[in-house]
């Protein structure tokens, strides 16, 4: 019986080419994107998943009040604190410090070149699962004057040789020792590092490190097997209280693998983060899989019309219901087998393009179990759902009604099929109404003034011996017709981050603490940056006095209070106390993403150039300004590679993961839209195939293509026109829940939600009218005679 079941459905296939081959690459492509945006949200969730007792790893967090209402959380701690907790608290194992990552000099013999790292102490290993290649883990970071480095950093820089033991200079000055190598990590990695240098080496030069007050390294525990992790917490809450003097601040842990998913935080409570696209990402492909079923169901009771004769004939010869129900699951097994085909060899030939647009490094193996799991899933989901209603509807047919033609179904009883139609057209204008708007703010961030000019500017380090040489480095640059004026500052734009609560002014309310941003710059910084001096002037290196005064931004004059600002006493208590004078009021600039709010920001100048270059290049001339600081880096810093950025390009940088989310919700709602199309399409040959007769009338009695063709097509437009107000305030009301994560944003204009509708019926139309007009220009005495 199997195999009369295949021998038919095959034939069918061959018989109604078209048709088969819309219902298995509608399905197909629903199956490949649903596939696609499982894979991601996979990778998405193995982060940080490879390490075995990664249930016991936990980061720590501060948590910062001030008096003027500002709340600020994240991983910056002293540097005392891990060890401190460990030698108090006996619910932790291991506790290591860890610095962010940058970049250093590396050099070997002839090869020089700069490699992310960071500083760790030396449990690191004993916490973490970074297989070690060579070393012991316990003694890898013992000593001061000890690297731990990457097979990839082994491979480039020893070749063939064994590296243990061999000498690294790095950053000109420091000699280490290889003492361990360690297993490339993996890409699923919150800390991504090629080298590991000993935290106590910077304990021996700096002596932040020891100042419970001083914070910026982070701090991460694991935990006994046995620990109460929420009496812990409770425990650490208030460690700091005795040992800072200049924050209020509290402790508490996050689980190590929410690290990457949930890193954003409101009022000292996580409340978000990529978490949110994982859902969301999540919603989509149930979406986009729901929308390929019924695309499936209406093309196949659209196809099914003329298959009433034969299921009738079937039933005649002694074919009972089950029979009947069986043979059509037998159809869609093939063709969501076929479907499924399709589907894989679509992924594979789209998989590198979704890497590159998605920043991901996926792969897919005969090894992938969860892949195959995944597919297999969906095979037997897809013949369930898109099988059963078809195979009934079809296997209820009446012998008797068909041969009488007393058997039909008026366009008026397709309640079913025209529901499908509206929950398919709701869920493609959310995901229409969603692109536009997050397209929308993709365009406001990037247009938005920020207060600043980040065209025609670079920002460089000043590594190794461009601190010495600063101002003949300057001076050369000056000289050059491609640059129109240099300045220093301690951070890069973009990247400033840090406060300082020990601020003193007149008219201060006694222990009062507000969190400001401090940025030391140099001479010449406003008109580099081309900020909007509100009030007073810019620094002079005429004026001595220059060095304690500082510049300030509208919105710290807000949070102080002062009326007429300029000229007015300031202390700032830094490493040193710098008693000045408020000297000129900016216009507020963003030096962050638009997802916070400005700051209070203090702008002080820095005598000693240190941290970054900022040049400002004339238009139409930044590749001449390259080659010529190209050129003069190599004549003063030639032991270290030359290497810029662009602040435009860390600006974009700030939305990556936003930018990903828009590119690929645009494919992902042509995709839908384009299965739902096909859809409707199905369900329009249906209607017209049953009132074909009546078209056939119409004309006699004198009806116009266009008049048929409207009418044919007017029930169709109801149907998207309700849809589309279902999703409309759906899709309103989700996206303005994403669009609170910027503190500045696009209005959400009426225009947006008419281009929806505009697109959605225009679509609509299209498809539509391709199968109305062909019924409506067809001779009606062919019609008639058919029927």
Known sequence: MISSYLLVTWRNLIRNKVLSAIKIVGLGIGIALSLLIFLWVADEWQYDAFHTEGDLLYRVLLTQRYDDGQVSTDDQTPSLLAQALKKEFPEIEHAVTVTTEEKLLFQVGKITDKELGEYADEEFFAMFDFPLMQGNKRTVLSSPDQVVISQRLAHKYFRDQNPIGQIIRIDKNILCKVSGVFRDIPDNSSLKFDFLLPFKALAIQYKWVHDWNAIGPRTFLKLHKTADVQKLNSKIESYLKDRQTEYQSTLSLQAYEDMYLHSRFANGKQTGGRIEYVWLFSIVAIFVLVIAAINFMNLTVAGAVTRFKEVSIRKINGASQGMIAGQFLVETLL?????????????????????????KHIQITAHNFQFVGVVFFLFVLLIGISGLYPSLFLSSVKPVSVFKRTFTFRPGSLWFGKGLVVFQFSLSGLLILGTLIIHQQMEYIQDRNLGFNKENLIYKELDGRLVQNYNAFKNELNQRSSIQSITVCNQPPMQVGGTITSVEWPGKKPDEKI???????????VKTMNLQLQEGRDFSDQLAT?????????????????QNPVGQPITLHRSFVAKGRIIGIVKDFHLTSLH?????????????????????????????????????HKKYNPDFPFDYDFVNTAYTRLYKSEEVISVLSLYFAFFAIFISSIGLLGL?????????????????????VSQITLLLSSDFLKLVLLANGIALPVGWYAMNQWLHNFAYRADVSWQVFMWTLILALGIAFLTISFQTLRAALQNPVKSLRTE
């Open 596 to 632: 916070t709010a400005i700051d209070p920001l203090i702008i002080y100048l820095d005598t000693m150039p240190e941290g970054y270059i900022l040049v400002k290049t004339l238009p139409g001339k930044t590749r001449q300004a390259i080659a010529d600081m190209e050129k003069a």
């Open 335 to 359: 063709i969501t087998v076929l479907a499924c085909l399709f589907a894989v060899l679509l992924i594979a030939m789209i998989l590198p393009a979704f890497n590159d647009i998605s920043g």
């Open 515 to 525: 969190a400001f941003s401090y940025w030391g710059v140099g001479y010449g910084f």
């Open 546 to 562: 220059d060095s304690v005064n500082v510049l300030l931004n509208e919105e710290a004059v807000r949070r102080m209070g002062l």
């Open 684 to 704: 329009t040959i249906l209607t017209t195939t049953q009132r074909t007769k009546e078209v056939g009338i119409r004309k006699v009695l004198g009806a116009s």
